[in-house]
């Protein structure tokens, strides 16, 4: 049977990092079953659903390079892929399930049910609902309806029996419906409640396999006690464990960023954070922790994937996303990094001297909005030192006698390139004597104000021969 599976974003926000880590397990079974991946937006909750965040969310997931066979934009065969373009259809199955004794118009008010609520709470019931509307008489309803109440449709908990399932990530899992009350499946208004619109879709969407974040492992029970009331195959569950930050605790705002937006923004790679994110909460045989995309679904197996909360370590995915700045196509990089550039203020009219900045700068930074702290000495108009070790260092006697000596030579060549940096350095070495660190930490604070920085011959290359003799000379004079 051919895989179907599904990510179905509520657009209430923007694509949280968790539920992009949904999408892209689900992706990577899809592709590695040669399946179809299913895009579906969950938008019944009108006060909550907000149209941007759905053109913000498909952004999100293009950019991540997660391509939908079916869904939103691209329609398919079990289209419409919006809840709110289903209505209708959650309508008709309601309908079914009355007509069938599963489901029952409730009249009760939000009060009443408040009231009910704490009555059973009292009582030390798990379950509050009554059930009173199950047992109306024909006087009572018609009482209701001429108050103009409009009902709600429950969905009638079977007595006494237990809801099992063989979840793929955590087992079997058994549940008592006595802990179960009837619950609402649509709401007066005419629009379902998630568990019975998640059910009707992916029944009709034939999802084989329902793949997202444990949390809704309490919802689980109800979809399928409904899949069993209308006739629908079930799909096959896999709960995925919740993500952790660094404290132990459930990943939140305290922790850092957790949009998928504010990782692009701070220039995280797509493919560092999709493997990043498969990461978490799954490993590879060989336990290799860079995978290319290609690798991570060919290898991609719920075997290997986690039952335990996984740990998001930032410190791991900047160190990942660093290789992969590093490893990626210069001219991406060139791109990317140009915007911020211009955010930054610096021009990026020349091209070859960008791409010079970037190949050296990419070197030492970790997330792509790094690049322009880095690159600030190519750009900066006049160099000041705040260290007062680097003070310190240029004023040394060892560090004059080198820049005099740099200075001649430099004065010596036509075009300052990295070759002949090096070789000047090698014949100052030789001529005072100084070395290591007391002969490049002096030429490096001389040239970019600072202690670190990029590779120096490059830099010095980039700055080209005038400029180097004229931040020398300065040196020698301070
Ligand atoms: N719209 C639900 C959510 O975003 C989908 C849950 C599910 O995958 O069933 O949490």
Redesign the pocket.
Known sequence: METRV?????PTGHLHIG?AR?AILNWLFARHTNGKFILRI?DTDPERSVEEYIDQILQDLRWLGLTWDEGPEIGGECGPYRQSERLEIYQRYAQKLMDEGNAYFCYCTPEELEQMRKESHARGEAGFYNRRCLHLTDEERQQFIAEGRKPAIRFKVPDNSEVIFNDIVKGELRFETENISDFVIMRSEGIPT?NFA?VVD?GLMKISH?I??D??VS?TPRQVLLYQALGFEMPQFAHIPMILGPDRTRLSKRHGATSLDQYRLKGYLPEALINFLSLLSWSSKTGDEILSIKRLIEEFDFERVSKSAAMFDFEKLNWMNGQYIRSADLERIVELAKLYFRAAGYPVEDESTIQKIVAVTREKIETLDQIVDVARIFFQEKITIKDTNAKEMIRLDSSQKVFWSFLRKLREIDVLDRENFKEIMKSVQKETGVMGKNLWMPLRIALTGQMHGPELPVTAEIFGKEKCEMLIERAIFK
């Open positions: 599904r990510f179905a974003p509520s539920n949904t969950e998630y998640a992916d329902v997202r974040g949390d809704h919802n």
